[in-house]
């Protein structure tokens, strides 16, 4: 599986960005994605998480009510919508795919810069 991070950027306090993680290779075997952020001077943290049928979502209580999580299995790609962004929220974001098989993987990451 290799997982593609895009949709970062730089942006104002307040706004929003959309991030998207497309997959590929043995995509059909991903069961729960997430995505995660590394702040500077800070360890990584889950944002958000997803199941395989987007039934069920999990959100870190700094995010809850400003970023939605989602995903289309048809086009083998999750989502993090952010709004409202603060400066706090800067950090690099990675999404992670955890196959039916409990293998995990990464990509490599995309900067999310919230300006005041």
């Known amino acids: 599986v290799q997982l593609v991070e895009s949709g970062g950027g730089l942006v104002q306090a307040g706004g929003s960005l959309r991030l998207s993680c497309a997959a590929s290779?043995?995509?059909?075997?991903?069961?729960?994605m997430g995505w995660y952020r590394q702040r500077p001077g800070k360890q990584r943290e889950l944002v958000a998480s997803?199941?395989?049928?987007?039934?069920?979502?999990n959100y870190a209580d700094s995010v809850k009510g400003r970023f939605t999580i989602s995903r289309d299995n048809a086009k083998n790609t999750m989502y993090l919508q952010m709004n409202s962004l603060k400066p706090e929220d800067t950090a690099v974001y990675y999404c992670?795919?955890?196959?039916?098989?409990?293998?995990?993987?990464w990509g490599q990451g995309t900067q999310v810069t919230v300006s005041s």
């Open positions: 290779g043995s995509s059909s075997s991903i069961n729960l």
């Open positions: 992670k795919a955890v196959t039916l098989f409990s293998t995990s993987y």
């Open positions: 997803i199941t395989r049928g987007g039934s069920r979502t």
